[in-house]
């Protein structure tokens, strides 16, 4: 059977993002960004047995051996794709098509794609279609340009109105009129302003005074003096009682399948958990229309010329109100990885959720002792158990330590991935527990 090919990178917005944009301000974290750009190692839950996963960076062998050992047969490149610390300097804005497209192993990497195997992208980005011509691929992607446009903010906010939803924001382009609009909506309560690409709880800030407002504003102008463009959403702060997200996928034909609905525990406006919804609050959602209202999307999306995975946020809020669209995401998801370890580990009468912790790490952790230590205290999801934790990445953990010339023994920041597969909520209570203590046993100190 030929393989498919699965690799891509997080925080796709990133890539999608119009560079003469203003940006709103952040924290640069580097160690952040090495986390993420290790995120692609979870799309290992997305593969059938001989099927190849390519990560930027090369997992962690036990790791490797450890997935396999639960059912997945997959090959992964195992050298690096860069020679030396400087070119990974060099390549750090690339997204991973355009690495590989740039990398100097690339002859070595092609011997591994049998002609014709298929290209499974977490998201469509620059560099995908060269990979595809380049290596004759068996796939199609829809173009760059309407997975950007749909992608936008300013996208989700448009079908609301074109689904007659309910639209509380308005796009805001120049410094006054932000100003305006801004003070405006904060007669009534505070803000979110959000960027037309944010992620991952990146690109929101919340507003509660107009002086913090035109506190941003004034940070703004810096940008505008040197040519960005100033364009957000404005929202008022939603008084939301549970996020939740819809995952669906367009066929090439058109067909819109949803695949599941994940209720989520968002860390501020980032991903925190996410769980299979229970079954009543999936029936309100279907009598409310809601189904109904993802079809509709998923229409609109493949009328503009787009097919794939598709998650659309969603939250209810503490008067049970249904905000159907939060925002459309034109790419696979967090919640969708968690679909794929329902499908491939859970078994019947069985649950899971997926969840993360950030940790500072030691500079002598290591990872297979770490797997070991959760194996021996009987934590470890195995075929023979059924239940326990599968630590989802090696590489989250160890991405800031790797390529690093210095001897220091100061700690680095990391993030463990896990599915937790349980029978009840006191089993996964106690799981989580266990391997809190599996963590303080390595050294490791969460931090969230």
């Known amino acids: 059977?030929?393989?498919?090919?699965?690799?891509?990178?997080?925080?796709?917005?990133?890539?999608?993002?119009?560079?003469?944009?203003?940006?709103?301000?952040?924290?640069?974290?580097?160690?952040?960004?090495?986390?993420?750009?290790?995120?692609?190692?979870?799309?290992?839950?997305?593969?059938?047995?001989?099927?190849?996963?390519?990560?930027?960076?090369?997992?962690?062998?036990?790791?490797?051996?450890?997935?396999?050992?639960?059912?997945?047969?997959?090959?992964?490149?195992?050298?690096?794709?860069?020679?030396?610390?400087?070119?990974?300097?060099?390549?750090?804005?690339?997204?991973?098509?355009?690495?590989?497209?740039?990398?100097?192993?690339?002859?070595?990497?092609?011997?591994?794609?049998?002609?014709?195997?298929?290209?499974?992208?977490?998201?469509?980005?620059?560099?995908?279609?060269?990979?595809?011509?380049?290596?004759?691929?068996?796939?199609?992607?829809?173009?760059?340009?309407?997975?950007?446009?749909?992608?936008?903010?300013?996208?989700?906010?448009?079908?609301?109105?074109?689904?007659?939803?309910?639209?509380?924001?308005?796009?805001?382009?120049?410094?006054?009129?932000?100003?305006?609009?801004?003070?405006?909506?904060?007669?009534?309560?505070?803000?979110?302003?959000?960027?037309?690409?944010?992620?991952?709880?990146?690109?929101?800030?919340?507003?509660?005074?107009?002086?913090?407002?035109?506190?941003?504003?004034?940070?703004?102008?810096?940008?505008?003096?040197?040519?960005?463009?100033?364009?957000?959403?404005?929202?008022?702060?939603?008084?939301?009682?549970?996020?939740?997200?819809?995952?669906?996928?367009?066929?090439e034909e058109g067909k819109v399948t949803i695949l599941s609905i994940q209720q989520l525990q968002n860390n501020g406006y980032a991903f925190g958990a996410s769980f299979t919804m229970g079954a009543a609050s999936v029936d309100r959602l279907l009598h409310l229309g809601y189904m109904d209202q993802m079809q509709q999307i998923g229409a609109s999306l493949y009328q503009e010329g787009y097919f794939g995975d598709v998650c659309v946020d969603s939250m209810i809020l503490q008067d049970e109100t249904v905000e159907p669209i939060v925002e459309i995401n034109a790419r696979k998801s967090m919640s969708l990885i968690k679909h794929a370890v329902d499908c491939s580990m859970v078994a019947n009468k069985l649950y899971s959720c997926l969840t993360q912790f950030t940790l500072l790490l030691p500079s002598d952790f290591n990872y297979e002792a770490f797997l070991d230590n959760l194996r021996n205290r009987q934590l470890l999801y195995d075929l023979g158990r059924m239940t326990g934790i599968v630590p989802l990445s090696s590489g989250t953990l160890l991405s800031s330590k790797r390529g690093s010339t210095s001897t220091s023994s100061k700690s680095t920041k990391g993030r463990l991935y896990v599915a937790v597969i349980y029978e009840n909520e006191a089993q996964m209570d106690g799981l989580i527990t266990g391997l809190k203590k599996s963590l303080s046993k390595a050294g490791l100190a969460i931090i969230a």
């Open 1 to 251: 059977m030929t393989p498919t090919i699965h690799c891509g990178s997080f925080e796709a917005e990133r890539y999608w993002r119009d560079p003469n944009l203003a940006v709103l301000p952040s924290l640069s974290d580097r160690q952040a960004m090495a986390v993420t750009e290790a995120m692609d190692e979870l799309l290992f839950v997305f593969c059938n047995d001989g099927d190849i996963l390519l990560t930027r960076n090369v997992m962690d062998s036990a790791q490797l051996d450890y997935i396999r050992s639960i059912g997945f047969d997959i090959g992964t490149n195992r050298k690096p794709w860069l020679e030396n610390v400087e070119q990974i300097t060099e390549c750090q804005q690339l997204n991973v098509f355009e690495l590989f497209n740039a990398c100097t192993s690339k002859k070595l990497l092609l011997q591994t794609f049998p002609e014709r195997s298929k290209i499974e992208a977490f998201a469509v980005l620059p560099g995908v279609v060269e990979i595809i011509q380049r290596c004759r691929l068996a796939s199609r992607v829809p173009e760059q340009s309407i997975v950007q446009k749909i992608n936008a903010k300013s996208y989700s906010l448009a079908m609301r109105d074109k689904l007659d939803i309910r639209n509380v924001g308005v796009i805001v382009e120049g410094i006054p009129r932000l100003i305006e609009e801004g003070s405006r909506m904060l007669r009534a309560g505070s803000i979110l302003l959000k960027d037309e690409y944010g992620v991952s709880g990146k690109g929101n800030l919340s507003i509660d005074s107009t002086k913090s407002l035109l506190r941003i504003a004034k940070y703004l102008e810096t940008q505008v003096a040197k040519g960005k463009t100033v364009r957000f959403i404005l929202e008022p702060l939603l008084d939301r009682k549970t996020d939740f997200s819809c995952q669906f996928r367009i066929s």
